[in-house]
């Protein structure tokens, strides 16, 4: 069954700091990963997706990368402002016979930056 | 962008109730659409696949007469909660794909439902 683990659970950083936020999953068999952004109380806000054909995705300060062989996928935010504080998460599509199953998710990263 | 409305965003409601949450892509059809549940500091765990004009598939231990799913139209799946006790109470959340674009589409989520039973 596939496992989805983030690292840090919890991370606060001085504002403009760069940041890596690791994520990690247990079979490579996945059709994508996706990383999304909740704020408290809310939903979710997709990020970035990489297929698991790529290697990394890339969206203004964002950036993504996957290595399937190994399991691992970083999220990279550059000079991070207090309008990034929020809950990131790490989700794979898992790779089966019908292509229509949901995701698994990790349980994220807290991020705080301080002003 | 593709947006997905769900709605109620809040209930609160005693013991007993039935409650229904509503998930509709607003400007894409979705032949499948997912009900996830998020209890607090837990991450979000994949409930059922909805699926249009056919029966919902639900995930190992979810029970199917206790989450009543409907996805009547490419746009519109419906969650109901029978008789919901308050172990219920949860952030429920919708996503749906673009069935219209191939099978490696990113989910589009709603803003979730947070039930709270009495």
């Known amino acids: 069954k596939q496992e989805v683990t983030q690292i840090p659970a919890a991370l606060s950083v001085p504002e403009g700091e760069n940041l890596v936020l690791n994520c990690s999953f247990t079979?490579?068999?996945?059709?994508?990963l996706q990383w999304f952004r909740q704020d408290p109380g809310k939903g979710l806000t997709s990020l970035l997706l990489?297929?698991?054909?790529?290697r990394e995705q890339t969206s203004g300060r964002l950036n993504a990368s996957l290595d399937k062989s190994s399991g691992r996928s970083t999220l990279y935010i550059a000079a991070s402002q207090p309008g990034d504080s929020a809950t990131y998460l790490c989700?794979?599509?898992?790779?089966?016979?019908?292509?229509?199953?949901?995701?698994?998710f990790g349980k994220g990263t807290h991020l705080i930056i301080q002003p | 962008g593709a947006v997905v409305s769900q709605h109620p965003s809040w209930v609160i409601c005693k013991s007993g109730t039935s409650v229904k949450i509503e998930c509709r892509s607003l400007?894409?059809?979705?032949?499948?659409m997912f009900w996830y549940r998020q209890f607090p500091k837990q991450s979000l765990m994949l409930m059922a696949t909805?699926?249009?004009?056919?029966?919902?598939?639900?995930e190992q231990g979810v029970e199917k007469d206790k989450f009543l799913i409907n996805h009547a139209s490419l746009t519109l799946s419906t969650l109901t909660v029978t008789s919901a006790h308050p172990e219920d109470s949860s952030f429920y959340i919708c996503?749906?794909?673009?069935?219209?674009?191939?099978?490696?589409?990113?989910?589009?989520f709603g803003d979730g439902t947070r039930l709270s039973i009495l």
């Open positions: 400007d894409f059809q979705a032949t499948t």
């Open positions: 989700a794979v599509r898992p790779r089966s016979g019908g292509g229509a199953d949901g995701l698994t």
């Open positions: 079979d490579s068999a996945i059709y994508n």
């Open positions: 909805s699926n249009e004009g056919s029966k919902a598939t639900y």
């Open positions: 990489i297929q698991s054909s790529q």
């Open positions: 996503s749906a794909r673009d069935s219209g674009r191939g099978v490696n589409q990113p989910q589009h």
